[in-house]
């Protein structure tokens, strides 16, 4: 995150239940208008790769506001 969006502090929450591991990481980093932003390879690919097994990603940014994404995935494969 840091290459990208100049943030200096980024976490990370994982949680899990039982048929799911959800994930959210959130940047304080510079961010980006995320209405009209073509999704770089890097986030389209973990969407593509999630959406593949029945996961979900999502991204939320606004410039000065730093990024979050979170998705999840299942953990059962039916």
């Keep these: 995150m840091a290459k ?3 943030a ?8 899990e239940n039982a048929d799911e591991l959800a994930f959210e ?6 961010g980006f208008d ?7 390879s890097g986030l389209q690919g973990m969407a593509d ?3 593949a097994v029945g996961g979900h990603l999502d991204v939320r940014s ?4 730093g990024t979050t994404v979170t998705g999840n995935l299942p953990t059962t494969l039916t």
């Design 49 to 51: 790769r999630l959406a």
């Design 34 to 40: 995320a209405s009209s932003a073509k999704r770089g």
């Design 62 to 65: 606004a410039p000065g506001a």
């Design 25 to 30: 990481v959130q940047d304080d980093g510079q």
């Design 8 to 15: 200096t502090r980024v976490d990370v929450w994982l949680s």
């Design 4 to 6: 990208y969006a100049n």
